[in-house]
């Protein structure tokens, strides 16, 4: 029960955190909790969906259909979480200002929102369909009943649910001058990972080089699998044996948003309300 | 890639066309030469649990599970981690490798299913 526990809850944990990071972000656009629990329930459902095609999703392109769907849905949801940012750091300040003055902000807002819905989605999508299978896999074999099994994953549910309301519930407290930069940045951060992610499945599919494996190794110093590890392996992507073509992706992307979210800032400015 | 499309709320489009965009980019890579090793998954176990690999070479793991119910082949030595359906196959690319040893996992199944890939 506790080893179930503890696996459904590393699995919970990285969708509860993005959740939870995404929620407090978008605290000012107008009618998110719809579109938030709409992107977490349509997760939920896809999730069930992929992990009964899961032998069909890995038979595909020879073997590697796993890999490349996982990199397809990080991609894509990357793509997704820079928009986001990029428009959160030209919008997002005013959203909070004027909150529902504007008849354009919950115009502009219903597209954010549905890129959340996106977001959330894909995140639960992914965890989720791990989580069924695992779970599937000791309901089946358990021969103790099914009882502790459940209990173990609620337990496991719950602990991810915890983690990601104190993720929330802690940003909500920042001040709301630094609120801005500091939700901006973490969701930046946690693009950057799901990106670095996405090249470690092509890696791993060997349709990219590794270019280095490891491009270094802290697993002494600080273990990927330990609570810290696992903690910011979620929020920024560690690792502690990445290799050389996650740390380019991870830059790569890194950059790119950020670029873009000055960008729009510094158009933003100029333009007159 | 008919159950892609159960996939919900986002372009079909666009993910096909990244599936697309990304098969075509690793067709070429794909060719290069590897060992290609077999590991099977049995009662929860590996079999062999101990591989030896050649250092400095691509490898090619194929990991056969031939229980009824899923496992995650998973190694932190290895950075990798892939979920293996009941009764499936499933390939893996590892390497190349610096000689060592490098322990392997599976998660659904961890007091079991213990390996370990030596590169020498």
Not at chain 1, 86 to 107: D, F, P, T, V
């Amino acid at each position: 029960m506790f080893a179930t526990a503890v696996i459904v809850f590393r699995e919970v944990l990285e969708a509860a955190l993005l959740i939870g990071i995404i929620a407090a972000a978008t605290r000012s656009v107008p009618g998110r909790n719809r579109w938030l629990s709409g992107g977490l329930i349509a997760g939920l459902a896809g999730a069930g969906v992929v992990a009964m095609f899961t032998d069909t999703i890995a038979a595909m392109a020879s073997g590697i259909g796993q890999e490349l769907f996982n990199a397809g849905v990080l991609g894509i949801a990357v793509v997704m979480l820079a928009w986001h940012s990029i428009w959160m750091s030209s919008h997002g300040a005013e959203l909070a200002k004027q909150a529902k003055k504007m008849g354009g902000a919950i115009r502009d807002g219903q597209r954010e929102c549905s890129i959340l819905l996106v977001v959330v989605g894909l995140a639960v999508l992914r965890e989720g369909s791990e989580t069924v299978l695992f779970l599937y896999g000791i309901s089946a074999a358990e021969t103790s009943g099914s009882l502790p099994m459940l209990l173990g994953g609620g337990i496991g549910v719950l602990a991810g649910i915890a983690v990601g309301y104190l993720i929330y519930g802690g940003l909500l407290r920042v001040p709301m001058r630094w609120f801005f930069t500091a939700t901006g940045a973490l969701v930046l951060l946690l693009a950057a990972g799901m990106a670095s992610q996405a090249a470690h499945f092509l890696i791993q599919a060997d349709m990219l080089p590794s270019l280095a494996a490891p491009l270094w190794d802290t697993s002494a110093a600080l273990p990927e699998q330990s609570v810290l590890g696992q903690l910011l392996h979620s929020l920024i992507g560690y690792e502690a044996k990445p290799q050389g073509m996650q740390v380019l992706f991870y830059v790569v992307a890194l950059v790119v948003i950020a670029t873009g979210m000055r960008w729009a800032k510094h158009l933003h400015q100029f333009k007159p309300q | 890639m008919k159950h892609i499309s159960f996939l919900p709320f986002y372009s079909r489009k666009l993910t096909l066309s990244v599936l697309g965009a990304l098969a075509i980019f690793g067709s070429s890579s794909a060719l290069a030469a590897e060992g290609e090793y077999s590991i099977v998954i049995q009662d929860h176990r590996f079999q062999p649990a101990e591989l030896v690999v050649p250092v400095g070479k691509k490898i090619k793991l194929r990991v056969e599970n031939r229980d009824a119910t899923p496992e995650e082949f998973e190694s932190h030595d290895l950075n990798r981690e892939k979920v293996i359906a009941g009764k499936s196959p499933a390939t893996i690319y590892i390497g190349p490798l610096a000689a060592g040893r490098y322990r392997f996992f599976g998660e659904f199944n961890e007091k079991t299913a213990q390996g370990v890939i030596i590169a020498q």
